[in-house]
């Protein structure tokens, strides 16, 4: 009888062992996939690949740390995830990548930790109980004043957005893009005012900095769709310099911003001043694409030029801009 109890003890033991176990494999093994990430940069609730994203648990995990400032990307096809090399990496030097996404990357260590924590449970649904006996984490040391703990331009609020009429859309990125500034407390709400933008509109003043990239990608977006190209590039130059302060040294998101500034550049007016900056972004597009993908040599910008073309054909296509010049004045 001794001996039974203490085998069932040993399988109790084990069992609250293999949960744990199995938390932290979940937690660690399972990554974000989305695939074609230059197409989801372009919020639509028709185009993209949302189909082939979401999260995918790996029987095998990738080995590789998480750093805040990783030296190497992940990059999806469906459920097949590589691991790229964003930069040079030493000899003897760890290869770490991130668990989230880069452009989150650049917040404090409170926010990174908070998306970081992965704990598959929503807020929302929470109930005073599972509070009273510590079963949700919640961070009582969190300060509302120091702004929300995930972003606040979603896709859901992208999307949105870019199915308001122009004007209407113009008018709430400029006053989003205020408030993600501090530069704009919200005021009493109009009754017909939309759910969602209600959502956004309670939020605390200190919003995340890619927030603000993102409603400057928009508008970039809008404005370019209107012909007003010059006004665009603006705030394509804003993006782009976001990129180059928050990713990595050569990332995908910088490679996408780089193409439609090249674009948006040929088409402004400004004569050899614009043009020579159109050509500029276009070569650094390039090259970065060769970093993170290979395919042509840097120094050579003919060689692999087709394959760039091909991956980024949808892009390259994009009704953003009428009468657009020849792209192969640029590559």
Known sequence: KKRSSMKKQDVSVQVEQIKLRLSLIVRYNCL??????????HPSATTGHTALSGTALYNLSSFFNHHHKPNASRWAIGDLMFFVANQNIPKGQQVCISYIEHEVLCESA????????????????ATDSMDETNEISCSDDHDAEDGPMDPVIDSEVQTELMQMPLLERL????????????????TDKDDDHDDTMEQ???????????????????????LDGMGQHEEALHHWNECIAFARRALPPADEMTVV????????????PGGIRQESLAKEYAKLALDMH???????????????????????????????RQNSPSIDALW
């Open 257 to 268: 911003l780089l193409v439609q500034a090249a674009l948006c550049a040929q088409c402004s």
């Open 32 to 41: 974000s996939v989305e695939t074609g990430p230059e197409l989801l940069s």
């Open 290 to 320: 060769c970093i993170l993908f290979g395919g042509c040599d840097v120094k050579d910008h003919n060689a692999g030029l087709s394959l760039f073309k091909r991956r980024y054909r949808e892009e390259l296509k994009l009704p953003l």
């Open 171 to 186: 008018e709430s990125i400029d006053e989003l893009l205020k408030q993600s500034k501090g530069e704009s407390i919200p």
């Open 110 to 125: 409170e926010r990174r930790s908070g998306l970081l924590n992965m704990d598959f449970i929503d807020m929302d649904d």
């Open 200 to 222: 956004v509109d309670d939020e605390a003043m200190q919003w995340f900095q890619c927030d603000t990239m993102n409603l400057e990608l928009l508008k970039a977006l809008t």
